[in-house]
């Protein structure tokens, strides 16, 4: 018995084993990935009256998988698996991929989740800070140099408390318009529209239309101040550095 051989023999097999596992997500995810995007596109193509076979074949595998044995889960994986890759240029190739409609010199922080791809339209320059929920289950169009701070969260579909089984309403989901400034841990409830230039200060939580250019703070959030109408700042796409 070669007794150096079998430990290196063993060595080995932990070896492949510990690298499986470290990248088996990535390798779900690579797999999966071509079948979500398929399903995205299919919900943008049918919302558009248009219907195709062939892709509601292709999407049956991630269907099957997400409705039926992960209850959600893989879509929820992929979407913040990407929100952790070191490339904002992936990051956002990857989106577009999934459906999300993204302009020029847009910068997504890390830890972005996204619900319903499809259905989140990005205007150019605009900037996502870290660990922000763009829920567009009910549609979230953000316009121009939109600037999201950190743990900012958008939530387009809520339940309804005075339906008997408390399911979901369709409130017209969330637009905000160009050069829009959301501060740190802002919550921006359905149904609403933010005007353009306006200023949501760092905590509030907006649970109605905000005027153009106004500021403002507090829960919920009501007018404090005005912003001047003279700005014409453009973002260019470059993430800021944290020291």
């Known amino acids: 018995m070669n007794i150096p051989n079998i430990i290196s023999d063993n060595w080995t097999i932990i070896s492949v084993a510990l690298l499986f596992l470290l990248f088996a997500k990535w390798f779900l995810i690579i797999l999966i990935s071509p079948f ?77 989740e996204i619900r319903n791809p499809y259905r989140l339209e990005i205007g150019d320059g605009c900037i996502i800070g870290d660990n922000a929920i763009l829920d567009a289950r009910s549609g979230l169009v953000l316009g121009k140099n939109v600037n999201l701070s950190s743990n900012v969260s958008i939530y387009s579909l809520q339940h309804d408390y005075r339906d008997p089984m408390f399911g979901c309403k369709e409130w017209g989901g969330v637009k905000i318009e160009d050069r829009v400034w959301l501060g740190c841990n802002v919550i921006v409830l359905p149904g609403v529209t933010i005007g353009e230039g306006a200023v949501c200060c760092a905590g509030s939580i907006v649970t109605k239309d905000v005027e153009p250019y106004s500021v403002v703070a507090g829960i919920p959030a009501k007018k404090i101040n005005e912003r001047p109408k003279s700005i014409t700042y453009e973002f260019k796409g470059k993430a800021c550095r944290f020291y």
């Not at 995007?37 to 292709?58: I, P, T, W």
């Not at 959600?72 to 240029?89: A, C, Q, V």
């Open 36 to 112: 979500y995007a398929v399903y995205e596109h299919r919900f943008r193509l049918s919302r558009q009256g248009r219907k195709y076979l062939v892709l509601n074949l292709l999407a049956a595998p991630f269907y099957m998988l997400e409705q039926y044995l992960t209850y959600g889960g893989i879509e929820r994986l992929i979407i913040f698996s990407i929100s952790e890759i070191p490339s904002n240029h992936i990051r956002k190739c990857l989106y577009i991929l999934f459906g999300v409609t993204i302009g020029k010199n847009v910068v997504f922080h890390f830890r972005t």
